[in-house]
């Protein structure tokens, strides 16, 4: 009977993992009372108030709950999404051309693709949301589309880069040993490997992204936290810890959604793997026994 063990390192004894125990148990104390102590805090400030919660069920000035979750999670919510899923998939086909472009052999290529990566790597989203609300004249869904993508497609063009970098080089050459092309290396070989390996990456960027399409509210643009801000200015300072609490949990809502479809969606991606072969009979498969 065979015992599993580590290669890294020593599985812990009984007094490291009775240390490992007694340092979990203060942690968990530690935040608990940070937490209790930030709860005693707020509820000495009136926070816990129920006028001040009132708004999200009896809100005054003869409006309705309905009225006021709709313009939070219809009109707010739905304008940051809208934002988000088109300048998603644009930034996310813009970075893949990008990392490609950087990839090439002609140096002079490569030189204009690193530029272009560095130059809206390193501008703020904000200002150039303002570049195109104030410069070109755009409309502020359209200048919140174009700093979304911009931006994002040069970071995410850094992850597929580096997860490109990542592959063994005999990726590569195994592929134009059998014939196939650059771009069918790319397209069939790489690509694919790299986006598995850097998906949890690509799903952090546009986790990013949807929140910060909550800069639109500066340049106008009508998502969630303009709608928070909205109703915040409408019904009073009362109102403000229910609506932003509203809005908190809502982008915690969908970014963990979102996270948790990507890891689904990663589990559920082909893998191939190649089978062992019998080294004492060349072009076989070896067989494993177990001994009895």
Do not use: H
Request: hydrophobic content about 55%.
């Amino acid at each position: 009977m065979s015992r599993t063990t580590s290669i890294l390192y020593d599985a812990p004894g009984p007094r490291a993992r009775r240390r490992e125990l007694v340092g979990s148990v203060v942690a968990a104390l530690v935040v608990l009372a940070v937490v209790g102590l930030g709860v005693w805090y707020a509820a000495g400030r009136g926070v816990f108030d129920p006028e001040r919660w009132a708004v999200l069920w009896d809100p005054p000035k003869n409006q309705s709950a309905a009225d006021v979750w709709r313009s939070l999670l219809v009109l707010g919510l739905g304008a940051t999404l809208r934002a988000a899923a088109v300048a998603a998939p644009l930034a996310f086909v813009l970075g893949l051309l990008l990392a490609v472009w950087r990839t090439t052999r002609f140096t002079a290529a490569r030189g204009v693709a690193s530029a272009i990566i560095e130059l809206f790597r390193g501008l703020p989203v904000l200002l150039m949301m303002f570049f195109a609300l104030l410069g070109f004249g755009w409309s502020a869904f359209a200048a919140v589309v174009f700093g979304l993508t911009v931006y994002n497609m040069a970071i995410i063009a850094e992850i597929v880069r580096a997860g490109l970098a990542s592959l063994p080089k005999g990726q590569s050459e195994a592929a134009y040993a059998v014939g196939l092309s650059r771009g069918q290396t790319l397209r069939l070989v790489l690509l694919p490997q790299a986006l598995r390996t850097m998906a949890p990456s690509l799903v952090a960027q546009l986790v990013v992204l949807l929140k910060d399409s909550s800069l639109g509210f500066i340049v106008g643009y009508a998502e969630l936290l303009n709608a928070i801000k909205n109703n915040a200015q409408y019904f009073g300072n009362t109102s403000v810890v229910a609506l932003f609490a509203v809005g908190a949990g809502t982008y915690l809502v969908v970014n963990i959604a979102l996270s948790r479809l990507a890891m689904r969606l990663q589990g559920r991606s082909p893998r191939t793997a190649a089978a062992p072969v019998d080294a004492t009979v060349p072009g076989t498969t070896s067989t494993t026994s177990t001994p009895a």
